[in-house]
């Protein structure tokens, strides 16, 4: 159910309590805004398990700026039911001095962040689409309150790691690691679920961050991620699109008090494992480790290896891993385009799958500690949408499902694939 939004009026400000944030510091707060200018924002919120704790001091500028020039605050909570409060700055009256004008301004920064401090998540997982609608609704609502020469200024900022897990956007159910950013602002086109940006400034801070049970990303996964989101508001026609991250993170929220976040399965790629703690890092939390053509290639149709010794180097630290470790047990699941019929394809990619299996045997590992098995394009984590409009295989992206992946036996991943055979 959706949650009504909430007007925070001059007398509700008021009686929000004038502490010092929690955990967040102080900081001084500029003053950099304009009379000249009225300046409107929406924050989204990421307050839920799989992110770090919203750090409060990279919004401190920009709240004060809109209580200097009495625009008005939108905060949205990303959750799987996002809500929000709309707070509309009461205007001051037009005598008071500048330093006045800066002295209320910054108390009610305060009030303001105080509360963003208490917003948290009430539902479980995130639909991040539905919470950059929001707060993009809010600001295309605004109306200006000063004279026609004041400049209206709107601000999105996203304080997330936009890793959404729910609703018309998850990635749950796309391969971040070969996420295509066109296909999928391509369908949520079709859907009519890009966010309205006109006019609008969108910054995100910390797009990919993750904590709690939610595995770390790659880069290249993260990279996809920021391109996924970077295509979505260009969509939108946003005024003007940056990402700030390599921050400092901060602290991170209580599992046990905040609803679940389903995690999301990590893709990594064997071109970023150099030796026997990548692998490690790898198969950590069900992670998934892939090799792609380039690493591992068949002949076409077939699962003879193009070439058998250039197959077995890339293994090499996978072997030396499991000569390490070797109480660790392995699955090795082939995944195919959607190309020929999905019971054709599931046959082809267990043969490939048993290919590399008995590679790794002939490499010294006891077949015992091996499980061969092959889901053609049926796993929603592995596969990506390869069908161009007209019904063709769309090669760039068909190319990136051809593939064989490993995963740790005795993981949750590696479960969910072996209920499929």
């Known amino acids: 159910m959706k949650k009504k939004v909430k007007r925070l009026g001059a007398v509700a400000l008021a009686v929000v ?7 967040c510091g102080t900081q001084k707060v500029s003053a950099s805004a304009s009379k000249n200018q009225e300046v409107h924002v929406a924050v989204v919120l990421g307050a839920h398990v799989n992110s770090p704790c919203v750090n409060l001091k990279l919004i401190q500028d920009v709240i004060y700026q809109a209580c200097y ?20 700055i009461p205007s001051q009256e037009k005598h008071l001095s500048k330093s006045k004008y800066d002295q209320i301004a910054k108390k009610q920064t305060k009030k303001i962040l105080k509360l963003a401090s208490s917003m948290k998540s009430r539902t ?11 707060a993009a609704r809010a600001l295309n609502s605004v109306e200006q309150k000063g004279k026609g020469d004041t400049e209206l200024v709107r601000k999105l900022i996203i304080c997330d790691n936009l890793l959404s897990t ?58 996809n991620l920021k391109a996924v989101w970077n295509s979505i508001f260009e969509a939108g026609n946003a005024k003007k699109v940056q990402f700030k991250d390599n921050l400092p993170l901060s602290s991170t929220y209580d599992k046990d008090s905040m609803p679940t976040v389903s995690p999301i399965t990590v893709v990594q790629s064997s071109m970023e494992i150099h030796d026997t703690e990548d ?3 790898a198969f950590a939390d069900g992670g998934v480790l892939n090799f792609d053509e380039t690493s591992i290639a068949f002949h076409e149709g077939t699962a003879e290896l193009a070439d058998e010794e250039s197959a077995s180097k890339a293994l090499q630290y996978v072997t030396e891993y499991m000569n390490q470790y070797p109480d660790f047990k392995l699955v090795v699941c082939g995944t195919t385009a959607c190309w020929g019929g999905e019971d054709y394809c599931k046959k082809l990619s267990l043969e490939r799958a048993d290919t590399v299996c008995e590679l790794l045997v002939k490499e010294g590992i006891d077949r015992s500690r091996i499980k061969s098995a092959g889901v053609g394009y049926s796993f929603a984590d592995f596969y990506t949408y390869d069908q161009k409009p007209d019904g063709e295989l769309d090669e760039t992206i068909a190319k990136t499902n051809r593939s ?17 055979e």
Request: charged residues 25%; contains cysteine.
């Open 166 to 223: 729910t609703g018309v956007l998850s990635f749950v159910d796309y391969n971040l690691n070969t996420a295509n950013e066109g296909d999928i602002t391509t369908q949520l086109k079709k859907l009519d679920e890009i966010p309205q940006l006109d006019g609008i400034s969108v910054t995100a801070y910390n797009v990919g961050d993750t904590a709690g049970q939610q595995k770390a990303l790659p880069e290249t996964s993260r990279k």
């Open 17 to 23: 309590i004038l502490a010092v944030l929690t955990g």
């Open 124 to 134: 479980a997982d995130v639909d991040s689409i539905k919470s950059v609608q929001r």
């Open 69 to 88: 020039s009495q625009g008005s605050v939108t905060l949205v909570v990303d959750d799987g039911e996002p809500y929000c409060t709309a707070i509309n």
């Open 404 to 420: 064989v992946k490993l995963v740790d036996w005795d993981s949750d991943t590696a479960d969910r694939i072996l209920k499929l």
């Open 279 to 281: 692998v490690n890092e």
